[in-house]
């Protein structure tokens, strides 16, 4: 059988994956190494076919001085004898690493995705093309194996993600500099990458080399078929999860997703930790920072039932269990505590409401119903300065309506069964700080409108 040539493969791959679309406008990330170049050799082959149109993207972390200059340098020359369009993006990464507290490597990638992204936006590009490779493939899937990966990680890098392609994830390095050799096309070598400072370069360096030689010297091929296999169990279960999700979830918010934890038990564990990192893809749009030992956390306390315990899944993300719900949110709003003049009109952006008031006539008593629970009447002569609107806060109490005695509202909200995220988000309007309304739950019995009462105030409480 005739072995295919290296712009073949990369076809069948981006066949295979259904990468490229005809007159697809393509962003190609050029660093000036080998797989890079090589990436754009075959781009450039296929330009015709597909009636492409290639654009050329290089950052510039400035982590070697003049040898990062001199890649960026190449890579103009390069785009120039191609007549290709270059871009061209420079960034202090180490400073800034300090300054978003990451380390070098994962800073590096975060301004390089986020520079790629917004440059493929400006440029209407459906595609970025990344020139990762099988050996690439091999390496992450042991370094993620090393770092305690689930299944997720250990599928590896995908082919295709949102617009990012991949067309060299099937070819060996070594392919790729014998192509680049025999149509003696020059590449830069990043002296970086042969230094074992890094996890990865040891690795590349150290580890695989070893398992090569002593254990198995196809091993790059195994890492390559295990995280094939998993990253198609992976897209298999996540749409299992996915369904079961649309039957277990109550409400999902931008800020915030209510499950019903009955249902979400009843699942099995594999299913129940795919819904857990799909919810948090939700409110944060990746699960770069998401470890398994969190999903687990949160797991367990399901499992568990320890009601009203909270797991801190990211720094911003919280997840909880309650004996009804099991919630997915974002980090607790800040105290807020607003001074009011009723009747009127206020807006309070930061809270996103509009606190609307009017005082009723006498003949409105007979009539007053609550149109919802954004809508209070109380009795505006029992109203007395400072009134305020606040957020709740421990040792908080009220006489909720038709009750005697009073009661806290935190066991007001649990017997409401209220999400433990929602309850930090309550609205508590307050007359000489005691608690005349609940916001959105439930008025005072000591504010209610009676048969004496001479003035009826209408509070209602607009959403922006």
């Known amino acids: 059988m005739k072995k295919m040539d290296l712009i073949s493969k990369a076809k069948k791959t981006i066949d295979r ?131 305690g990966s689930g299944s997720l990680g250990l599928s590896g890098i995908p082919p295709v993600k949102d617009r990012i392609i991949r067309p060299l ?63 198609a169990e992976e897209k298999f ?18 800020d915030k997703i209510i499950l019903d934890s009955k249902r979400f038990f009843s699942y099995d564990d594999s299913l129940k930790r795919f819904m857990i990192r799909n919810c948090v893809k939700k409110l944060k749009g990746d699960l770069m920072e998401l470890t398994f030992d969190k999903v687990e956390s949160l797991l367990n306390l399901i499992q568990q039932g320890k009601s009203g315990k909270r797991v801190d899944l990211l720094d911003d993300i919280y997840g909880d269990i309650t004996k009804d719900h099991l919630s997915i949110y974002k980090r ?27 005082i009723l006539s006498f003949s409105s008593k007979k009539n007053i119903k609550n149109q919802d629970k954004w809508t209070a009447f109380l009795d505006m002569n029992k109203l007395k300065p400072p009134l305020r609107l606040r957020s709740r806060k421990n040792g908080d109490r009220f006489t909720p309506l038709g009750m005697r005695g009073t009661k806290s509202v935190a066991d007001f909200l649990v017997d409401a069964k209220i999400p433990r995220c929602d309850r930090d988000e309550v609205m508590l309007l307050t007359s000489q700080n005691k608690i005349a309304w609940v916001v959105g739950f439930r008025i005072s019995e000591d504010f209610k409108v009676i048969k004496s009462t001479e003035k009826i105030i209408k509070i209602q409480i607009k959403r922006e």
């Not at 580890?207 to 002593?214: N, S, T």
């Not at 996540?238 to 109550?250: C, D, P, R």
């Not at 009747?343 to 409401?353: A, D, F, H, N, S």
């Open 17 to 147: 994956y259904h990468m490229i679309k005809p007159k697809d406008r393509i962003l190609v990330a050029v660093s000036g190494g080998p797989d890079s170049v090589a990436l754009l050799l075959v781009l450039l082959e296929l330009k015709k076919e597909f009636n492409l149109s290639l654009y050329v993207a290089h950052v510039n972390h400035k982590l070697r001085g003049k040898e990062s200059d001199q890649d960026q340098e190449f890579v103009r020359k390069l785009a120039s004898d191609l007549k290709l369009k270059l871009y061209t993006g420079s960034f202090q990464v180490k400073k800034e690493a300090k300054k978003m507290k990451l380390s070098v490597e994962e800073c590096a990638r975060e301004i390089r995705y986020d520079y790629l992204n917004k440059l493929a936006d400006k440029l209407k590009a459906q595609k970025i093309a990344l020139g990762h490779n099988f050996d690439d493939q091999a390496e992450t899937v042991l370094l993620r194996l090393i770092r």
């Open 237 to 254: 279960l996540n749409q299992e999860a996915e369904k079961a999700y649309l039957k277990v979830m109550l409400r999902e918010q931008n």
């Open 332 to 358: 607790k709003p800040q105290e807020f505590n607003y001074s009011l003049s009723l009747p009127g009109k206020r807006e309070l952006k930061k809270l996103g409401v509009i606190i609307d008031s009017e």
């Open 169 to 231: 994830i099937e070819i060996k390095r070594e392919e790729i500099e014998a192509f680049l050799e025999k149509k003696k096309i020059p590449f830069r070598v990043d002296s970086s990458n042969l230094r074992p400072d890094y996890l990865r370069n040891k690795v590349r360096l150290k580890l695989l080399p070893m398992l090569k030689k002593e254990y198995n010297p196809k091993i790059e091929e195994v890492l390559n078929r295990t995280a094939s296999i998993l990253r």
